[in-house]
Antibody, heavy 121, light 110 residues
């Protein structure tokens, strides 16, 4: 069965950095788009970033552009999110999700359990 | 702020039909398909409806989706206590060139 397990969350000071990882299993990782989606405490969902199966296509939300970098290692079935210059407003649960993209649609079929990132001094 | 607007809350008694709306524009719902996610308290979101009205395997047929113009709806018929959750619509936006979630609707079973 499809499993996505995030790790790397924690408490970091404003301006600091953190690297999130997502270990995938139960499917052919290299066949799928992958996404990072976050949810601030008590708030709604926000698509942070996605990466195509080969890594050639990458999307970032304006709120993280220039500060976050998504990457993947298909040989290790792993997805990453490097987060730099972190701000208080980046505090959220970060979910890794397996996604599908085709003309006119983008959606995430499977989600991990999430990892909490807290940015605070 | 989101480009997709949902009512903050909806409610019904067990067995009732509840409908949640999702309002967008020509650059998102008007030209792309709509997906719906269910988030039970304390858990990760789950895909409920994709491509406007398709249910993934395992999703009860009590849940149905529809789209008309620049709006979409999720209907829950035969409301059950376990349906109490947050529901989010989502769609690709051509102008912003990315996927977007709606503002979310909390469904309460009275």
């Amino acid at each position: 069965q499809v499993q996505l397990v995030e790790s790397g969350g924690g408490l970091v000071k404003p301006g600091g950095s953190l690297r999130l990882s997502c270990a995938a299993s139960g499917f052919t990782f290299s066949d799928y788009y992958m996404s990072w989606i976050r949810q601030a405490p008590g708030k709604g969902l926000e698509w942070v970033s996605y990466i195509s199966s080969s890594g050639s296509t990458i999307y970032y939300a304006d709120s993280v552009k220039g500060r976050f970098t998504i990457s993947r290692d298909n040989a290790k079935n792993s997805l990453y999110l490097q987060m730099n210059s972190l701000r208080a407003e980046d505090t959220a649960v970060y979910y890794c999700a397996r996604s599908l993209k085709y003309s006119g649609s983008y959606y995430s079929q499977y989600w991990g359990q999430g990892t909490l990132v807290t940015v605070s001094s | 702020q989101s480009v997709l607007t949902q009512p903050p809350s909806a409610s019904g008694t067990p067995g009732q039909r509840v409908t949640i709306s999702c309002s967008g524009s020509s650059s998102n719902i008007g030209s792309n398909t709509v997906n719906w996610y269910q988030q039970l308290p304390g858990t990760a979101p789950k895909l409920l409806i994709y491509s406007n009205n398709q249910r993934p395997s395992g999703v009860p047929d009590r849940f149905s989706g529809s789209k008309s113009g620049t709006s979409a709806s999720l209907a829950i018929s035969g409301l059950q206590s376990e349906d109490e959750a947050d529901y989010y619509c989502a769609a690709w936006d051509d102008s912003l060139n990315g996927p977007w979630f709606g503002t979310g609707t909390k469904v309460t079973v009275l």
